[in-house]
Antibody, heavy 114, light 110 residues
Framework: EVQLVESGGGLVQPGGSLRLSCEAS????????MNWVRQAPGKGLEWVSF????????YYTDSVKGRFTISRDNAKNSLYLQMSSLRAEDTALYYC???????WGQGTLVTVSS | QAVVTQEPSLTVSPGGTVTLTCGSN?????????PYWFQQKPGQAPKTLIY???NKHAWTPARFSGSLLGGKAALTLSGAQPEDEAEYYC??????????FGGGTKLTVL
């Protein structure tokens, strides 16, 4: 059974940093690209970033370029999102999802507020 | 970056048929945009219904179908059930490897 479990969310002040993790199981993690998708409270979905199976290619939505960094550790079956210079508008539930968005985790909540 | 538009809300009667659409301000949505459709119920993660315009997953009910219609991606629900009441999102490929979600359609079965 495919499982994706996000962690690392929490409350952070504007301008601060946070690192999200996504632990994968039930499939050969190293064979698949991975995505981060977010959803602000009561709002729609927003695709954030993608990383290929072998660390490339890497893509970001315009609003996070230069602030967020996606990475992965295939030995640990884990995906990461390093977020810096956080803004109030980054407040959202962050989901990780396998390539082609077939399977999703349950999300981890990031709140940016003073 | 493209702006992808969906109907904000639609209502369908039980057993009825409804079509949700997904358009782009950059032009026609084509198979080259690899349109996806997702269903999301309150408190749940999204579930993929359709990928690459019209392909279904094993869990996708047969009453859902995807197509291209008048320059847009379309999701048709034929024989709506009460459990189909949900938010539906489309997703299309943008330039440079990016993806863009539509704003979502709240579907009411009433």
């Amino acid at each position: 059974e495919v499982q994706l479990v996000e962690s690392g969310g929490g409350l952070v002040q504007p301008g601060g940093s946070l690192r999200l993790s996504c632990e994968a199981s039930g499939f050969t993690f190293s064979n698949y690209g991975m995505n981060w998708v977010r959803q602000a409270p009561g709002k729609g979905l927003e695709w954030v970033s993608f990383i290929g199976s072998g660390d490339s290619p890497i893509y970001y939505t315009d609003s996070v370029k230069g602030r967020f960094t996606i990475s992965r550790d295939n030995a640990k079956n884990s995906l990461y999102l390093q977020m810096s210079s956080l803004r109030a508008e980054d407040t959202a539930l962050y989901y990780c999802a396998i390539e082609r968005l077939v399977y999703w985790g349950q999300g981890t909540l990031v709140t940016v507020s003073s | 970056q493209a702006v992808v538009t969906q109907e904000p809300s639609l209502t369908v009667s039980p057993g009825g048929t409804v079509t949700l659409t997904c358009g782009s301000n950059t032009g026609a949505v084509t198979s080259g945009h690899y349109p996806y459709w997702f269903q999301q119920k309150p408190g749940q993660a999204p579930k993929t219904l359709i990928y690459d315009t019209s392909n279904k997953h094993a869990w996708t009910p047969a009453r859902f179908s995807g197509s291209l219609l008048g320059g847009k991606a379309a999701l048709t629900l034929s024989g709506a059930q009460p459990e189909d009441e949900a938010e539906y999102y489309c997703l299309v490929s943008n330039s440079g490897g990016n993806w863009v979600f539509g704003g979502g359609t709240k579907l009411t079965v009433l």
